[in-house]
């Protein structure tokens, strides 16, 4: 039988605060949210002034990086270079900004941003990412 890392309540915040502060630093107004490798939600951040949709959002992509087991900017990019079939499939938000969290190669969980450019939201889940990794 396997076994694998998960995630706790202080890794969670780990993630939140490591991303927050990468945020902050920059001046962006996001929402950074973590889930476990099911896509279900372990922790949410609204920074103040983040427009209220920036969290559904930012749980949409860290749920579409867990489920995939990629990050969410690679399903984008499919889209953009003209697999457009692939907006029918079942992930809940296929934009720029789902990171996947590895612990010795298994996904235990994922980081979505959103509220600046994708670039910015996949940065800042992943500065949060390198505070438990």
Same mark, same amino acid.
Do not use: C
């Given at each position: 039988?396997?076994?694998k890392a998960?995630? @706790?309540?202080t890794?969670v #915040?780990s993630?939140?605060?490591?991303?927050? =502060?990468?945020?902050?630093? *920059?001046?962006?107004?996001?929402s950074i949210? $973590?889930v %476990?490798?099911?896509?279900h939600?372990? !922790?949410l951040l +609204?920074?103040d %002034?983040?427009?209220? $949709?920036?969290?559904e959002?930012a749980?949409g992509k860290?749920? @579409?990086a867990?489920?995939?087991?990629?990050?969410?900017? !690679?399903?984008?990019d499919?889209?953009? *270079?003209? #697999?457009?079939?692939?907006v029918s499939? &079942?992930l &809940?938000v296929?934009?720029t900004?789902?990171?996947?969290? +590895?612990? %010795?190669? =298994?996904?235990?969980?994922? $980081? !979505?941003?959103?509220?600046? +450019?994708?670039? *910015?939201?996949?940065? @800042?889940?992943?500065?949060?990412?390198?505070?438990v990794?």
């Open positions: 039988m396997k076994t998960v995630l @706790t309540l890794e #915040r993630i939140l605060d490591a991303a927050e =502060q990468h945020a902050r630093a *920059q001046g962006w107004a996001v949210a $973590v %476990d490798d099911g896509g939600a372990l !922790g +609204r920074l %002034d983040a427009s209220p $949709v920036s969290a959002i749980l860290a749920r @579409t867990a489920l995939g087991r990629r990050d969410s900017e !690679g399903y984008e499919m889209i953009n *270079q003209g #697999r457009t079939a692939f499939a &079942p &809940p296929m934009l900004g789902g990171v996947v969290l +590895r612990i %010795d190669g =298994q996904v235990i969980g994922a $980081v !979505g941003v959103s509220g600046v +450019r994708p670039e *910015q939201d996949a940065e @800042t889940a992943r500065a949060g990412i390198a505070a990794v």
